[in-house]
């Protein structure tokens, strides 16, 4: 249930409607708006649906929500939510653009990778050194010594680090080095890992299942939500279909859906989405033009010697052609690269 307060409601009438609901037993989530404050009512069920508030002072009327997803919901959370990394801002009226390598291989690779990514406008190195591979015998990544590659070259260009994590018990490792955790696709549903990363307050990049719905994505974004973490990022990465031409199917509906059902800002990444390099161009152009609030792209110096992933990553010179045409294009959305 949401409970609409009156855009005259006093303080005293929005601090009463919040002891009844907490008498009942029951938690709140609050969202104050430039004119009407909103009361997420949180909690069990039966003692929701005898949650009487109509009548209360201030109260303009109360709405019942049938979604599963509480706080990620639109209706608890009327305003886009904004993820302040560092300075650097993710939902906002600027496009926030991650790039880098699929694997951290060496100090020269990334540093040439951070160094032209930077320099054509991205504001996040993005690259793995703990690599989940389909098959156990592929490149797995350097894991720590990865990490500390990845950070002097943030550091020494002025990029902000995003990473994954694939398991709860490397947290403290990784969150030392990045900015941001990564949830790759098949973390999706890992449940103890998203509780975990709910209980810290470091914001969450949290991927598209291979074959998730948009419902079973937004109740994977509630389970951090609910641990306390409201700096969750979606991501939209491509689905498992019949079609065999693409790595993925880059399901860009998901983008206009994403703003209407949720708050949460949503980012693109059309490496993953196509695996093919020569279509990251026009998915990431497509991406921005449905609304999209950024990019996540795959960027190698020599992409014909990656370790992973290398069909689907573009060379810096390809990159900075991609941010000229998103940049063109974010204009005309009203947004900025």
Known sequence: MIVVMKPNATKAEIDGAVDKIHRSGLDVNISKGAE?????VIGDKKKIANLQMNMMPGVEKTVRITEKYK???RNFHPQ???????????GGKALAVMAGPCSIESQEQVDEAAEKVKAAGASFLRGGAFKPRTSPYDFQGLAEEG???MRNSADKFGLKVVTEIV???DMDLIGAYADVFQVGARNMQNFQLLRALGRQSKPVLLKRGLAATISEWLNAAE???SEGNPNVILCERGIRTYETFTRNTLDLSAVAAVKELSHLPIVVDPSHGTGRWEMVRPMARAAVAAGCDGLIIEVHPHPEQALSDGDQSLTPKNFERVMDEVRSIAAVMGRTV
């Open 36 to 40: 009407t404050t909103i009361i997420g």
């Open 71 to 73: 706080l990620a919901s």
């Open 147 to 149: 990490l500390k590659i």
């Open 223 to 225: 389970y951090i939500l």
């Open 167 to 169: 398991d709860k018990d």
């Open 80 to 90: 886009d939510t904004v993820v302040d990394v560092g300075g650097v801002k993710i």
